[in-house]
């Protein structure tokens, strides 16, 4: 080092002149030179971020825009004259670079190496004084690397002359606490934006800058802010350099992720000096701030650095690093090391009853959806999120759902109590007005233990809910999700926490609308607040759900009667059988994929339910179990409305809209009653009590009844699905009125499995206007064939065979049962393992004649493609597996006979009867079989159908084919196509394109 230094005193005295002692640069010129530029010609240059005046730079050859390979090179003749020479040297940035970026550099006095270093992008100003006598030629290259050399404050020395070349680049600072950025700002920082300042009052311009940061509740307003975006490939860093020159002692800061984050995100924090690693630490989204104290003696280059380390498909996560401060030797005032509580005091001195959002903001906070979208912190009684038909101005949304690559995201919100409260109290239910359904469990953690596991039901009215927390520090309200593709979303609002126990208290008072004694439903409520018909809200078909609802507002929408009347408001109700595709039936699907209408298949399900259970009065209905989409995917259609618990009674008309006949009995020709009239079961509930029940068919009258509501907030109509998809019904003329009408309620549900007996109306409410007729208005010449139909249906009711080894000593019998109970184990695992229609993923392109289509591959849950050959060819086995299922089924239901006569050798009565009962069951049993597997046939050739549909329409344009995983098909009139399209002939028809 010091012959380097050495031989460069010399050059410089011979480019000046041999004078007494000598600048560069000067008169004196390189006798060689390349990628050589000195500050007589450029003017001022950086070094290591500072601005110089005096000196040179040598380029690297690896550095610009195009690497040359041509090293830096300049030769100097001092001739012998100087004893030393003294010079700053370091990179050439200034702003951002990479840590990782360096160049060598190497020095010859008369061609023996002096200096040789690795000089990093990174590096602090370093300065030097070699000796150079006696040294004649004296040569500097940057040998290899990418970081263009700077030469500063160059100076000469003559024998005899004292050497100086004072520090001047460091500032001037306050004795005793420094605090970075502020009083000593980095002089190096990562490029691309990953790391900003936290200026406070000294913020310009939120291009480059931050005014604050908030972490685990409180402001601050100085130090590094470090944005980690998720990094797909290699790593993202970020990092910020120091120049403490040797003159502190300790360094302290606080660390933790910024508040309300919607990432599942974690952080490397690593801080060094000189290179050597003097903390790290995983820093996690939800992790508290924490203060961090730091032995930094002797330390000449600290450097703060971050990396991404892991993260969701929702991205990376910001990260504070603040209160920045360095310390000499003895100061006493260094904060102590661990977590701290910072809103302690504020939140001590908010009072015992107070609410949450609108005095503590969550520290972290995650979901499908962005924090500002679903925090409502009481800004505005105007800023709302509905709940059960109520509107809250301060509460959360729980969002969950899945990403593209399959991943699934919870949802959770977590608050910083600092300790302070015992219990809380809020509301929650399912937001209002979602286009899907679904139930999960909402959950309470308190410091991290599980204090509340509860289901919150979409159809179920909202619920109040008080529950201790312990004085925990972390409140946190979550949801995991369902895993489906379409989910709704939780509402929790009116959080209030307490000191000691819950007291009444009127911080939350909902205004409720006026309400007069009478009022039309629609008028006072608006639309429903939940509104289900499976297939109104599925992604392969064309109409929505506002097909489903009309407000009377305007005469230009109407729903059309069978007798040309209009109705102009009410609302509609459809049960579904969706059969393996998303809410449609088998016929709509191969009909929509014909035609062209909808292009997206998906594995989505809706699945809600409610358990009613609760009576008025005291009274207790029988418990009844709703499905909106059962085991079978059989989806029920409901509304409900929030009647604000003013009113005793509400009479309603519901009447045919248009008849549906299964499309399977059409084409069978089965002109049975059941099949002509397709009868439904309507449920009315009233808070979870069941109030009214009636069955409604193709060619039913209109319906007007009058139902008792009991002051409800939650008036429910439940259209229950049977084996058919219904007809469509309207409901209008929706009256609440304040006036009891001492009507009765059901003793007990009905079950909807099979339509009542019509010798009278007892499953009706029996105190029903005049105007009830007969169900669906059949006249008393049919009732023997409804007997008949009915008894049909009792017959045909699903039996469970008990899967276990019986033994009656008599071997008829035994292998009888024997083969019933393998048969229904088999037939159980085929149906369980059904072929489920794949995932569909769909770009539209636009071929060479401005022509639009849209490219179809079939897609697993990772998004690569599916052989459609493949699949059929799995469809045609299973298929084939199904037969022969039902040719055992066929062989085993012979052996009833001889197990029949087995029985008279069974020596006790008891025995007679246990296995005469079992011997009746055990036909339907295997009947049952042979029916779920037909039906199991069905789907799997209706898939088929659907597959072969696809390929019928599939094209080949522009010299590109249709494939087996890719199908150019002409686009619908459904098609929603983008503004932005990608060419047809750029597409990638690889089968791992996804």
């Not at 680049?169 to 606490?177: C, D, N, R, V």
């Not at 403490?244 to 800061?253: E, I, N």
């Not at 579904?576 to 449609?584: A, R, S």
């Not at 069978?668 to 309507?682: H, Q």
């Amino acid at each position: 080092m010091k012959k380097f230094f050495s031989f460069l005193v010399v050059v410089f005295a011979c480019i000046s002149g041999l004078s007494a002692q000598t600048s560069i640069p000067g008169t004196l010129k390189p006798v060689s030179s390349a990628k050589f530029r000195d500050s007589s010609t450029i003017g001022s240059f950086y070094l290591s971020g500072f601005k110089m005046q005096s000196g040179f730079i040598l380029g690297s050859p690896d550095g610009g825009l195009i690497a040359d390979g041509v090293k830096g090179s300049a030769e100097f003749s001092p001739g012998g004259e100087y004893d030393s020479v003294s010079f700053i040297v370091g990179p050439s940035v200034h702003g951002g670079s990479s840590l990782k970026d360096y160049s060598i550099v190497s020095m010859k006095a008369d061609g023996k190496i002096v200096f040789d270093e690795v000089i990093f992008a990174s590096d602090v100003p370093r300065f030097f004084t070699l000796d150079i006598k006696g040294v004649s030629r004296l040569s500097v290259t940057v040998v290899d690397g990418n970081v263009d050399i700077s030469f500063a404050n160059v100076k000469l020395w003559k024998p005899g002359q004292k050497v100086s070349n004072p520090n001047t680049l460091y500032p001037e600072l306050p004795s005793g606490k420094v605090s970075l950025v502020r009083d000593l700002p980095y002089y190096n920082s990562s490029s691309g934006g990953f790391m900003q300042p936290i200026l406070g009052d000294r913020f310009k311009t939120s291009m480059s800058e931050v005014r604050s940061l908030k972490i685990t509740g409180k402001e601050y307003e100085s130090g590094l802010a470090f944005f980690m975006e998720q990094a797909f490939i290699g790593t993202q860093l970020g990092h910020a350099n120091f120049w403490l020159d040797r003159r502190f002692d300790k360094l302290s800061f606080i660390v933790g992720p910024k508040d309300s984050q919607s990432s599942n995100a974690s952080v490397w924090l690593v801080v060094k000096g000189d290179r050597k690693t003097l903390y790290e630490d995983c820093i996690r989204q939800n992790d508290f701030s924490k203060q961090v104290v730091l032995d930094v003696k002797d330390v000449e280059m600290l450097t703060i650095m971050t990396e991404y380390r892991d993260s969701d498909f929702l991205g990376g996560m910001t990260l504070g690093v603040v209160d920045l401060a360095v310390y000499p030797s003895g100061f006493a005032a260094i904060p102590s090391a661990g977590i701290i509580n910072p809103n302690k005091d504020r939140i001590a001195a908010l009072p015992d009853v107070c609410p949450l959002m609108s005095n503590i903001r969550p520290v972290s906070v995650r979901g499908m959806s962005k924090a500002d979208q679903t925090l409502f912190e009481g800004e505005s009684r105007h800023y709302t999120f509905s709940m059960g038909g109520t509107r809250y101005w301060e509460g959360l949304i729980l969002t969950t759902g899945n990403t593209l690559l399959g991943d699934a995201i919870d949802s959770y919100a977590e608050f910083d109590l600092a300790g302070e409260y015992d219990w809380i109290s809020f509301d929650t239910g399912c937001i209002s007005k979602r286009p899907y359904m679904d139930d999960d469990n909402l959950l309470v953690y308190a410091d991290g233990k599980l204090v509340f596991d509860h289901t919150v039901h979409s159809t179920s009215p909202t619920r109040h809910y008080q529950i201790p927390v312990y004085k925990c520090r972390s409140l946190k309200f979550a949801r995991r999700g369902t895993g489906k593709q379409k989910q709704t979303a939780i509402g929790v609002g009116d959080i209030i926490l307490y000191r000691g126990e819950p007291v009444e208290n009127d911080i939350f008072v909902h205004e409720i609308p006026d309400c007069p004694d009478q009022v039309d439903l629609i008028d006072l409520c608006g639309k429903p607040y939940f509104h289900y018909n499976g297939r109104f809200t599925s992604d392969l078909t064309d109409f929505t759900m506002s097909d489903c609802f009309l407000d009377g507002k305007t005469i230009t929408r109407s729903f059309r009667m069978k007798d040309g009347r209009e109705i102009n408001k009410g609302f509609m109700l459809e049960t579904n059988i969706p059969l393996g595709l998303e809410n449609v039936t088998v016929m709509d699907a191969v009909c929509m994929l014909l035609t062209g209408v909808g292009a997206s298949v998906s594995n989505s399900d809706v699945a809600a339910y409610t358990g009613v259970s609760g009576g008025a009065s005291g009274s207790v209905n029988a418990g009844i179990f709703l499905l909106l989409n059962d085991q079978n995917s059989k989806q029920s259609a409901a509304a409900a409305f929030n009647a604000y618990g003013q009113y005793e009674s509400c009479t309603f008309t519901v009447e045919n809209l248009r008849g549906h006949v299964d499309e399977f009995a059409q084409t069978f020709g089965d002109r049975s009653p059941e099949a002509v009239n397709n009868p439904v079961k309507l449920n009315v509930i009233a808070d979870n009590v069941l109030v009214g029940e009636y069955w409604l068919d193709n060619n039913m009258q209109p319906l007007t009844v009058t139902v008792p509501i009991f002051r409800c907030t939650q008036l429910m109509f439940w259209l229950e699905c049977g084996d058919v998809r219904s007809g469509q019904y309207l409901f209008h003329d929706l009256k609440l009125s304040k006036q009891p009408c001492g009507n009765s309620i059901p003793e007990k549900y009905t079950p909807g499995s099979s339509v009542p007996e019509r010798k009278s109306d007892s499953a009706r409410s029996s105190d029903a206007p005049a105007v009830v007729q007969d169900v669906a208005g059949n006249s008393s010449s049919r009732r023997s064939e409804d007997r008949a139909s009915r008894k049909k249906a009792d017959r045909e009711e699903r039996v469970v065979w008990e899967e276990k080894s019986y033994y009656s000593g008599v071997d008829a019998i035994d292998s009888y049962l024997r083969d019933v109970t393998d048969t229904w184990k088999s037939v159980r695992q085929y149906v369980e393992s059904a072929y489920e229609m794949p995932m569909t993923a769909e770009t539209f392109v636009q071929a060479s004649d401005g022509s639009i289509y849209k490219c179809l591959s079939f897609v697993n849950d990772r998004g690569a493609r599916l052989s459609i050959s493949d699949l059929v060819s799995k469809l045609e086995q299973r298929i084939k597996a199904g037969n022969d299922l039902k040719f055992d089924i066929g062989l085993r239901q012979t052996g009833v006979a001889g197990a029949t006569l087995g029985l008279t050798q069974l020596k006790s009565l008891q025995d007679m009867g246990f296995y005469g009962k079992l011997l009746k069951s055990a036909p339907k049993a295997l009947s049952q079989c042979k029916s779920d597997v037909d039906l199991s046939i069905g789907q799997s050739q209706a898939m088929i159908d659907a597959f072969n549909a696809f390929r019928a329409m599939a094209l080949d344009v522009d010299g590109k084919k249709s494939g087996d995983t890719v199908l150019i098909l002409p686009t619908g009139a459904s098609d929603q196509i983008p503004d932005a399209l990608q060419r047809l002939e750029y597409f990638n028809f690889s089968a791992a394109a996804f």
